[in-house]
C-alpha cells in the first residue's frame, strides 16, 4: 500500500493484485505498466515479474494498519475484475473494504461488464456500501460509452467515471446514476493530445446534471508545466463522503491476526 498518493483525487493505494492485460485504446500507454516492468527481473523487488497479472494476499489485510481514515484507490496497479482472478479473490477483497468501513473505497475498472454482474450476485451486499465507490474508464466512444450503462446497471449506491485518458469528443452521454465524474489527458512519453472543448463539453453535462466534476490534468510530456487549470481555474469538485466510525487499535489488531491466520491456512491446504 503506498501512503500519501502522488494521485490527485485520492489520499492512498491498496493493490492485493499486481499486473493487467491490454484490452483498449485507453492501454496503450498503462503508467503501471511502464513502472512495473522497469524493475521485471529484480530479484525480490515487488515487480520482479514485471506486470504479469499475480495475486498478492499478504497485502490483503493493510486497510486495517493505517491509523487513520483514508480515500483508497483500489488496484492501482491492476484491475480487480480482470478475466483471470477468480470471483472468491475478488470478493475476499470486497469483504476486507466492507470490514475496513472507516475509509473510502475508489474501485475502478475497465472490465465493466463483470462488475456488473458481480455486483448483481457475489458483490450485491457491498453495492449498497456507501463508501465503497465503484468506477470504470472511459476513453472514447467505442470503448468507454458503453462502460457507463454497464456501471449505471450495476444497481450500485455510489458509481463514478473516470474519463482518462480522454482520447477523442465523447458527445452528449447519459449521466443519470452517475455520481461523480474525473476527466484528465494522457501523460509521459508519446502522450496523445487532449482538446480543450472536449473537456469543456463534459463539464457543462456535469454541471447540468448535477454531477461533481474533477478535472486532474492536461498530460502532455511535462504534465506539470501543462498543469491542472480548465479555463483558468481548478476543478476539484467530490461527491459527498460516508464513512463509518474508526475501530480501535485493538480491534483492528485481532482483524488483521484473524484474517493473515486464515489466509496461511488456505495457503498451506
Not at 524493475?39 to 489485510?61: A, I, N, S, W
Not at 456488473?116 to 457475489?122: E, G, I, P, V
Not at 474508464?137 to 457507463?148: A, C, T
Request: glycine letters at 8%; proline letters at 6%; aromatic letters at 10%.
Amino acid at each position: 500500500m503506498s501512503d500519501g498518493s502522488k494521485i490527485e483525487w485520492t489520499d492512498a493505494t491498496w493493490n492485493p493484485m499486481r499486473g493487467c492485460t491490454k484490452i483498449s485504446p485507453g492501454c496503450k500507454h498503462c503508467y503501471a505498466e511502464t513502472f512495473a516492468e522497469r524493475f521485471r527481473g529484480v530479484p525480490g523487488h515487488p515487480y520482479e515479474q514485471g506486470f504479469d497479472l499475480r495475486l498478492v494476499p499478504e497485502k490483503m489485510t493493510e486497510p486495517l494498519k493505517w491509523s487513520k481514515p483514508k480515500m483508497v484507490f483500489v488496484n492501482s496497479m491492476s484491475d480487480l475484475f480482470h478475466e483471470d482472478v477468480p470471483d472468491d479473490y475478488i470478493a475476499a477483497v470486497v469483504d476486507m473494504m466492507c470490514m475496513a468501513n472507516w475509509h473510502v473505497y475508489q474501485v475502478l475498472t475497465k472490465r465493466s461488464e463483470r462488475l456488473r454482474d458481480l455486483l448483481h450476485t457475489k458483490l450485491q451486499g457491498a453495492a449498497q456500501q456507501p463508501h465503497i465507490w465503484w468506477g470504470t474508464s472511459v476513453e472514447n466512444r467505442r470503448h468507454g460509452l458503453p462502460r457507463i450503462d454497464h456501471l449505471r446497471r450495476a444497481g450500485a449506491a455510489m458509481t463514478f467515471l473516470s474519463i482518462e485518458p480522454l482520447l477523442e469528443d465523447i458527445g452528449t452521454f447519459d449521466l443519470s446514476g452517475i455520481d461523480w465524474v474525473i476527466v484528465g489527458g494522457e501523460s509521459g512519453a508519446g502522450a496523445r493530445p487532449m482538446r480543450p472543448d472536449w473537456v469543456v463539453n463534459i463539464r457543462e453535462q456535469c454541471s447540468a446534471a448535477g454531477v461533481p466534476f474533477f478535472f486532474k490534468q492536461w498530460g502532455g510530456v511535462r504534465k506539470k508545466l501543462a498543469g491542472r487549470e480548465l479555463e483558468g481555474r481548478t476543478y476539484d469538485e467530490f461527491p459527498e463522503i460516508s464513512r463509518h466510525a474508526m475501530a480501535d487499535t485493538v480491534t483492528r489488531k485481532t482483524l488483521r491476526s484473524k484474517i493473515e491466520h486464515e489466509l496461511l491456512e488456505v495457503a498451506s491446504a
